[in-house]
């Protein structure tokens, strides 16, 4: 006996249909995170649909971050996703997380990222690149380009460190930021070997930021790319607020 019945008689397709009911059994826990649900045409013959029907909502959810397909094994519930303020995410970042190092390269020219900096073109700037754990799992990948004169010597910091943590207790540079971007991306082969994660092509969303002091000053431009399998973005107001 399902929860829910498919209406043949409504405008909405079938797999539509499918895709609210299926979603509806991931929020209540009916699936499980990292449960395997169930086979194709198990489902097919519970709802009296065909399994390419079944497979188109499968297949919307797995675009959407819901599930994950394994080969060989199945199709699985992906793990509750994670919540990025976008307002006050350098407060957000979770006590259990923690980053890796990918490389440090001081010294280098870019013209692009020195007119987001207003710098001149030939300034030196460093780049940073490291992946974000949370909770032991690969959850961002960030770049961060910063002016060399202001942060000289920065591959001697702990690199685990959130960075706005590094800039503080290590340059006593207190950031803030002037703009948020936010926009949803593909990750390319390498980016998803990075982050590990179980299907391709893999949704992700890539924030952007830029940090000033507090005389105003640009120095660091920084692009983190969260996996849209495991994190979302949401929005706070404060209560009472206009």
């Not at 405008?11 to 699936?31: C, N, V, Y």
């Not at 942060?151 to 706005?164: A, C, E, K, R, V």
């Not at 540079?173 to 982050?195: G, K, M, R």
Request: contains cysteine; hydrophobic residues 35%.
């Amino acid at each position: 006996m399902t929860e829910q019945q498919l209406d043949e008689t409504s405008a909405e397709p079938l797999h539509a249909q499918l895709r609210k009911i299926f979603i509806e059994k991931i929020r209540t826990g009916s699936w499980e995170p990292g449960e395997r649900i169930t086979a194709e045409l198990e489902l097919s013959e519970e709802y009296k649909v065909s399994r390419s029907t079944i497979r188109q909502a499968v297949l919307a959810l797995v675009n959407e971050g819901y599930l994950s397909r394994k080969r060989g094994r199945g199709t699985f519930v992906n793990p509750e996703k994670r919540d990025l303020s976008v307002l006050d995410l350098k407060f957000s970042i979770p006590s259990d997380s923690e980053h890796q190092l990918l490389k440090v390269a001081a010294d280098q020219v870019n013209s692009t990222m020195a007119r987001h900096l207003s710098v001149t073109d030939d300034e030196p700037l460093t780049l940073l690149q490291r992946v974000r754990y949370i909770d032991g799992e690969p959850a961002a990948l960030e770049s961060s380009w910063l002016v060399t004169r202001r942060f000289p010597n920065l591959l001697n910091s702990n690199m685990s460190l959130p960075l706005w943590d590094i800039l503080q207790n290590d340059f006593d540079t207190q950031i803030n930021y002037d703009s948020t971007a936010i926009e949803p991306v593909i990750l390319t082969e390498d980016e998803e070997h990075l982050l590990v994660c179980p299907t391709s092509p893999t949704a992700a969303l890539l924030i952007t930021r830029l940090g000033s002091t507090s005389d105003g000053q640009p120095v660091v431009y920084s692009q983190s790319l969260f996996r849209g399998d495991t994190s979302r973005a949401i929005f706070r107001s404060n209560a009472g607020g206009h």
